[in-house]
């Protein structure tokens, strides 16, 4: 899959290398492994719904993949991530529980949108690239509350997310989109949709998504873009207010080291967004680390 600039787009030096790169690798990887698989945010805020509660459970998975980078990882919150490499099909995983996607959710929205044009033979009306471009590129929520209403809301994206096969995750009630409880599974789930073959969505849809997520504005960086600066991700974060406490989350996809990974982070407690956005550098790092 080569992803290819949208028209009527100024390519960048992210976009003409970024894009390619990532689309190209994800391509080969996946032929190779036969694998298929704004600072405070003004994301809306519900009544505090409590997320799952977290344990500590580590999963080493065999070959030369290994959680014990992430031993040194420090963190005054909790944190999830699983990260696939599309080389060899090896997968870490490292914690569990239910988390708040923030803004990740987003990339989930867009994939529903474009599921539903595409079942109407129809492409992105103007109004749609605006609003999706915003939302990815820049994390606007506004664009992302106008496009989640347009899909039809909680209900069809629970449907969407049915179809694509994510079954630990729950759209958040009353529009609060920004709310929807996730795993780091099912959001490795939500990345094969974008980038994996075989997925729901046609190349175009998905090379339409993978533009977008190469070029997201430097204060939507992190995470996932600590192992590589031309990264293809989304990230969200938002104090509850309940506690003051942050979630901090970074989904994407990477290529280190001549490999190509997809990765998921999620956390929740972070005592501030800096430190959670720190927390999301290490952990996907050590974690990378792990593969070596």
Do not use: C
């Not at 990887?29 to 994301?43: K, N, P, Q």
């Not at 997320?51 to 990882?73: E, H, Q, R, W, Y």
């Not at 994206?157 to 929807?180: C, K, R």
């Amino acid at each position: 899959m080569t992803i290819t600039p949208r028209p009527g787009r100024k390519s960048t030096p992210a976009r003409a290398i970024g894009r390619p790169v990532i689309g190209a690798l994800i391509s080969i990887a996946l032929a190779v492994a036969a694998w298929a698989t704004t600072a405070r945010s003004s994301e809306a805020i519900a009544p505090e719904p409590r997320a799952t509660a977290l344990t500590s459970a580590s999963l080493p998975l065999a070959g030369n993949t290994s959680t014990n980078t992430l031993a040194g990882v420090s963190a005054d919150g909790h944190y999830s991530l699983a990260v696939a490499d599309l080389d060899t099909g090896q997968s870490l995983t490292h914690g569990n529980g239910s988390f708040d996607t923030a803004s990740i959710v987003k990339v989930d929205i867009l994939a529903a949108l474009l599921y539903q044009l595409q079942q109407e033979g129809a492409e992105p009306s103007s109004s749609q690239d605006s609003l999706a471009t915003a939302m990815i590129e820049l994390s606007d929520n506004a664009s992302a509350t106008a496009l989640f209403r347009q899909i039809g809301g909680k209900a069809a994206l629970d449907d969407f997310n049915d179809v694509i096969g994510l079954t630990e995750t729950d759209v958040g009630a009353d529009g609060y989109w920004g709310l929807t409880q996730t795993t780091a599974a099912d959001q490795i789930t939500v990345l094969r949709t974008v980038f994996g073959s075989g997925s729901v969505l046609t190349d175009e849809s998905q090379s339409y998504i993978q533009a977008l997520m190469s070029d997201v504005a430097d204060s939507q960086r992190f995470g996932v873009s600590a192992v590589a600066d031309d990264a293809a991700l989304k990230v969200g974060y938002l104090q509850r207010s309940a506690t003051g406490l942050w979630d901090v989350t970074s989904i994407g996809v990477a290529h280190v080291g001549g490999r190509t990974y997809m990765i998921a982070f999620l956390s929740k407690d972070n005592l501030t967004l800096q430190e959670g956005m720190a927390l999301a550098d290490d952990a996907v790092t050590a974690a990378v680390d792990g593969f070596n």
